[in-house]
């Protein structure tokens, strides 16, 4: 039994490797040999691995493929082949009995190259397999039944033109769906069908090539070539297949062609007033190359407008465009010739010459139009002096006709700019008269246009601007600056200034003023003062004398001759005043003549005003007073003479202090300064408790000159009033009353005799606290005069 068993492993193992053997081998079997060894095998058993198979059989019946033989099949029919797999019973059937396998249609490598099938030998009566299932493969041999297939149908493809022999272009590939590893069916050969003499194609790589030299690649001549390449299969053996391609060439352009001039002359015209850029017409020249190889520059070379006419190339069409460069004028010159060059503007050496360059000759007529006059000058410039007389020409102005006819002009002066018309232009020969009298001290300039046209077409004008300076005349005096008002102190000493004057003059001579100053005849004799020219245009007025009294006469006039130094000479009066005033030691201004002072001739409007406003204020004052005073009434300031006298101080004053503006208007009472001051000390308020005691009363009437003692009463009770906090405020009413020290003849005053019928006037210092002895300072004790 063990003995059997390793027999057998044995025999599996031998088959095995016999198999493998077999596989390994592969394609370098030939079919032959293979199909000898199956043969054998096949009498072995199950051992056919592969069947091979003519790819594309033609045949009407079965093709044959092999035959299936099982060990155990002993020719007594009891064995049934059984067949599965890929295509089993489609495309491969088996004979039952015999094992004979046929394909029952023709197969194509290409579609599927091998098939795998498994058979089996079962017992025909019981279905019982009679050994285990075998694997085989089908494979089908290769025919070169497939033609080479190019990757696109058309290739494009461009060269530069003028490349040299050899150049390469394009490659193009071919593919075989045949067997690469099996025979040549795949073996590809490239040649060019179409296309000789121009292109070539490697044959193993189709790679394609320029085939002629470059002065026969030329783009100008023939820019689109077809190619026709073929692959055969076979390596290029008879009986094999071929495939095509169309390759469409293009040769790209080079510079090799300069441009030329299409004509060798051209005429043109412009009209002579054509603005400089205006284009009087186009060269063109061509080009066989394209794109930016036919891109030309042109110059203008030569000729005798060189200068007056340019070229530049249009971009889009690349002609030249001739343009007017200088004004023209056909009365100067009728014609031009230019000779104008092109050139490529980038030219490739490789091909043409960079200097390579094509001339042509350009006439242009100029064509005459009707032109206006021109001036002879842009602008006139004249002057007249201001003294001339109406009807002097002043100058003239020249216009001549441009066209050939030389049309005569007229001319005009243009009103807008004479609106006055002072000026005149002779219509035919352009001379400006003077049509009004002149004042430079008005209007030093005058500037007109005078406009010139033709006259048998006065559409055809032109103007120019003429600037008439007025040239100053000496008609104009000079006069004192200002008008001096000054002023000399009575104790003034001989020969000391008292003030400088200078002169004006509307006249502007050239060299500039130059003013004499000198007493007036009037004010030489017995003169009180002398006039000393400076010497640049100013002088002093000097004192002659000493000795003026305010008195004897309060003011003086001096007149002092200003001329001025061109001719005519011309010379005017001035007057001064002088006010006679008494200075202190340092000769400051201490009071001039009341006459002097209220001489209002000197005033100006706005200084009445000033004065006419300050007494309507003043006015105002005193209406608001008597306003204030009515409302009072029932309390009078003053209950009586008797108490006047009585009551030294009588304080009435009920208002509410500042607060109260009922009562009376304080605005117009206040005085800043004692605002001031008082408002540091207090507050107006009403006092609570009864002011100082009065003041002793003495009753005297003041008769002599010698009053210290009435000083010093108003003095003392100013004090008290200015320093007391419970004093009133300093807008109340206070009366003092003093009778003096007393006399020889007891007392005078009519208040001791009582007779209150008698007129009696008191006039006391009556006076708002501080303010009393402001005036008391201001006039001596001896100026105030005490009535007894
Ligand atoms: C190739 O060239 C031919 C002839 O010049 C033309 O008719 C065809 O359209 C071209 N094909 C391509 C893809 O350019
Ligand atoms: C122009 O004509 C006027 C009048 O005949 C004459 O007074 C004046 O001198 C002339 N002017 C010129 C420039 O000839
Ligand atoms: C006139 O022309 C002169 C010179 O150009 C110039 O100085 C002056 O200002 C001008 N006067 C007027 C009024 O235009
Ligand atoms: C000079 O002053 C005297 C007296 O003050 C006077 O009489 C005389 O007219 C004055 N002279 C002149 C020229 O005014």
């Known amino acids: 039994m063990r003995t059997y068993m390793t027999a057998f492993l044995l025999w599996a193992w031998a088959a095995h490797c016999a198999d493998a053997m077999t596989l390994l081998r592969g394609k370098e079997v030939s079919r032959r040999e293979r199909n000898l060894e199956t043969l054998k095998r096949s009498k072995r058993g199950w051992m056919w691995k592969q069947f091979f198979l003519q790819e594309e059989y033609t045949g009407t019946d079965y093709q044959y493929i092999g035959k299936l033989h099982s060990d155990m099949d002993r020719g007594d029919g009891a064995v049934m082949y059984v067949l599965t797999g890929e295509g089993a019973g489609t495309v491969f059937v088996i004979d039952a009995n015999s094992g004979d396998l046929h394909a029952t249609r023709s197969l194509d490598r290409e579609e599927k190259p091998s098939y795998t099938l498994r058979a089996q030998a079962v017992n025909k009566k019981n279905g019982q397999p009679l ?60 040649s060019i069908s179409q296309g000789h003499p121009y292109f070539s194609v490697e044959s193993n790589t189709g790679i394609i090539r320029t085939a002629l030299g470059p002065s026969d690649m030329d783009r100008e001549q023939r820019e689109h070539y077809q190619v026709v390449i073929e692959a055969k299969d076979m390596a290029g053996q008879r009986g094999g297949l071929t495939g095509s391609t169309i390759v469409n060439i293009t040769l790209t352009d080079v510079n090799d062609n300069p441009p030329q001039f299409a004509q060798s002359v051209y005429q043109f015209s412009v009209p002579e007033l054509s603005e400089p850029g205006t284009e009087v017409g186009q060269v063109r020249a061509l080009d066989a190359d394209i794109g930016p190889n036919a891109e030309m520059d042109y110059t203008v070379v030569g000729g005798d407008g060189l200068d007056v006419f340019s070229v530049t190339a249009d971009k889009t069409t690349q002609n030249g465009i001739l343009s007017v460069r200088k004004p023209l004028d056909y009365e100067k010159k009728k014609s031009y010739t230019l000779q104008v060059q092109v050139r490529n503007t980038h030219p490739d050496p490789r091909f043409v010459s960079v200097d390579a360059k094509d001339l042509t000759t350009v006439r242009i007529n100029v064509e005459d139009v009707d032109e206006p006059p021109r001036f002879e ?20 102005v020249s216009a001549v006709d441009q066209d050939a006819r030389r049309n005569p002009v007229k001319y005009t002066i243009d009103r807008h700019t004479d609106v006055d018309r002072i000026f005149n232009v002779h219509a035919g020969n352009g001379s400006i008269f003077l049509q009004k ?136 009066t001035g007057t001064l005043t002088v006010r006679v005033c008494t200075c202190d030691r340092d000769g400051n201004m201490e009071m001039c003549s009341a006459e002097a002072l209220s001489g209002t001739a000197g005033l100006s409007t706005g200084a009445l005003v000033a004065i006419l406003l300050c007494v309507l204020i003043l006015l105002l004052i005193v209406v608001l007073f008597a306003a204030l005073k009515r409302q009072k009434k029932k309390e009078p300031l003053i209950i009586s003479k008797e108490d006047v006298r009585d009551n030294v101080v009588s304080y009435n004053d009920e208002g509410g202090g500042e607060e109260d503006t009922q009562a009376f208007d304080i605005g117009a009472l206040r005085h800043p300064e004692v605002m001031e001051e008082s408002s540091k000390l207090r507050r107006d308020v009403v006092p609570s408790d009864p002011p100082y005691p009065p003041p002793p009363l003495r009753r005297t009437a003041v008769t002599s000159r010698d009053n210290s003692d009435v000083r010093n009463f108003i003095t003392q009770r100013v004090q008290e009033h200015d320093s007391s906090p419970v004093a009133p405020p300093y807008d109340s009413l206070a009366t003092y009353a003093y009778e003096g020290e007393g006399s020889v003849a007891e007392s005078l005053s009519s208040l001791g005799s009582g007779s209150s019928e008698s007129p009696h006037d008191y006039s006391y210092l009556n006076e708002w606290g501080p303010r009393f002895r402001k005036l008391a300072d201001m006039y001596g004790a001896d100026e105030i005069e005490w009535d007894s």
């Open 131 to 190: 050994e285990p299932e075998t694997e085989f493969i089908v494979k089908l041999h290769d025919i070169n039944d497939n033609e080479p297939k190019f990757e696109k149908e058309v290739y494009t493809a461009s060269v530069p033109e003028r490349s040299h022999i050899g150049t390469s272009v394009i490659q193009v590939t071919a593919h075989d769906a045949d067997d690469e590893m099996f025979g040549l069916s795949a073996k590809l050969v490239y």
């Open 377 to 396: 000058r842009p602008s006139y410039v004249m002057e007249v002096k201001e003294d001339a007389a109406v009807g002097t020409a002043i100058g003239s």
């Open 437 to 572: 009298p002149l004042d430079r001290e008005d209007l030093a300039w005058h500037n007109i246009s005078v406009i010139a046209a033709e006259f048998n077409n006065p559409q055809q004008t032109s103007r120019v601007p003429v600037y008439i300076r007025v040239l100053d005349v000496n008609d104009n005096p000079p006069a004192l600056a200002s008008f001096y008002e000054t002023f000399v102190c009575e104790n003034a000493k001989s020969g000391q200034k008292i003030q400088t004057i200078t002169a004006v003059d509307q006249d502007e001579p050239s060299g500039g003023h130059r003013f004499f100053f000198m007493l007036a005849p009037e004010s030489s004799v017995k003169a009180n003062f002398s006039v000393r020219d400076n010497g640049d245009n100013t002088a002093g007025i000097y004192t002659r004398r000493t000795g003026f009294r305010r008195a004897q006469k309060s003011t003086h006039l001096v007149a002092v001759v200003i001329s001025d130094s061109d001719s005519p000479m011309m010379s005017s």
